[in-house]
């Protein structure tokens, strides 16, 4: 598995953004994914997490009702679509496999493989 994050930028306070991880391998079905990610000074923080067949997600507190994630194991894609953000969800933005398929994890030691993060930056 070799994960690829994407779909940062720059918004505005309120904006929506929708994050993507590509894996390039064929057994994308069989990781759950997890998203994660990272402030300036602060330590790598766990926002969701989603079953390898999609069924069972699993949130944070602070995201949860904001952030989505889903999965499209067709396109090897799963995505955390971040809808009000916050000048505080301004960090690195993450996502990494874990080879539990069917137990969700919110401790970066259940992940194996983690993909090149994408920056998100909120302005107010």
């Known amino acids: 598995v070799q994960l690829q994050a994407s779909g940062g930028g720059l918004v505005q306070a309120g904006d929506s953004l929708r994050l993507s991880c590509t894996d390039s391998g064929d057994i994308f079905y069989s990781y759950s994914i997890g998203w994660f990610r990272q402030a300036p000074g602060k330590e790598r923080e766990f926002l969701a997490a989603i079953t390898g067949n999609g069924e069972s997600t699993f949130y944070a507190d602070p995201v949860k009702g904001r952030f989505t994630i889903s999965r499209d194991n067709a396109k090897n894609t799963a995505y955390l679509q971040m809808n009000s953000l916050k000048p505080e969800d301004t960090a690195l933005y993450s996502c990494?496999?874990?080879?539990?398929?069917?137990?969700?994890?919110?401790?970066?030691?259940?992940?194996?493989?983690w993909g090149q993060g994408t920056q998100v930056t909120v302005s107010s």
């Open positions: 990494a496999a874990d080879p539990s398929e069917s137990i969700l994890h919110r401790r970066e030691i259940n992940y194996f493989r």
